[in-house]
């Protein structure tokens, strides 16, 4: 349960040099760089991967809730570190064990996130079971707290009725604008995350459908 896991009580408490020492300045004391792209309930580390060399300049955390999945992730980039050692390869990405539905905004300040990754979500297919889902009404304005303007929410998913309800929810959320198949089509991480994680390689095996949609933040309308 969550009670055996640990949450900063401010982003500004969490320990990042753990996470990321190549970013750390030792005389200053502090880090040189922020978490700008997370996935959420990264699984098995696929897309932090190949997000890795694509967004060097980018700090990429993996959220997941699982122990054993945490682990293996944490050996994998452990593993890439040390056989790219000469280029500091895969210094960027990291991920921590947590449940993304609680205490986002512990990890992460206000307008913090350029991207936000949710790919093949747990579909909760029953009805009862709807609102464990990663996108809901409540969860959506904490995404928003912590995405910057211009920030990018990405969906992919072979659930139909799952993408059909994300895409009604963000839809429905004054912060977010749907973006276009046009802009889909020219985007380097639609790219990547239609083809890089575990669990679409899956999809792929089996042929089944992917399903995308990719949101905007917007900015907060001014009241007059
Ligand atoms: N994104 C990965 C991929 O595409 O291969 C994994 C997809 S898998 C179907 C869903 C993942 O989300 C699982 O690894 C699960 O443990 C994780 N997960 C579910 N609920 C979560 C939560 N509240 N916080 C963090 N991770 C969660």
């Given amino acids: 349960s969550d009670h055996q896991l640990d949450y900063p ?14 970013y750390y300045d030792e005389t200053k004391k502090e880090m040189t760089q922020k978490v700008t792209i997370a996935d959420i309930g990264c699984g098995f580390g696929g897309l932090l991967i190949k997000l890795s060399p694509s967004f060097p300049q980018d700090l ?5 809730i699982r122990v054993q999945v945490t682990n293996y992730v944490e050996d994998r980039i ?3 570190r040390n056989n790219h050692v000469k280029k500091n390869g895969y210094q960027n990405i990291n991920v921590i064990r947590g449940n993304a539905m609680k205490f986002l905004p512990n990890f992460f300040e206000k307008g913090q996130l ?7 979500p747990d579909p909760h297919f029953k009805q009862r079971k709807h609102k464990a889902r990663i996108i809901t009404d409540t969860l959506l304005s904490e995404y928003a707290y912590v995405l910057k303007e211009g920030g990018i929410i990405y969906t992919i998913t072979d ?6 309800w994300m895409v009604k ?11 276009s198949k046009e802009w889909e089509s020219t985007d380097k991480c639609v790219e990547i995350m239609t083809n890089s994680t575990e669990e679409g390689q899956k999809v792929e095996r089996k042929r089944g459908d992917k399903y995308i949609a990719c ?7 001014e009241i007059i």
């Fill in 60 to 64: 990429i955390l993996g959220m997941e």
């Fill in 114 to 120: 350029s991207k936000l990754f949710f790919c093949f």
């Fill in 78 to 80: 452990i593993a890439l």
């Fill in 9 to 22: 009580i401010s982003p500004d408490q969490m320990d990042w040099f753990r996470l990321y020492p190549h």
């Fill in 169 to 179: 929810h963000l839809e429905s959320h004054p912060l977010f604008e749907r973006l």
């Fill in 159 to 164: 659930v139909k009725d799952l993408h059909e």
């Fill in 215 to 221: 949101f905007k933040r917007l900015p907060i309308p």
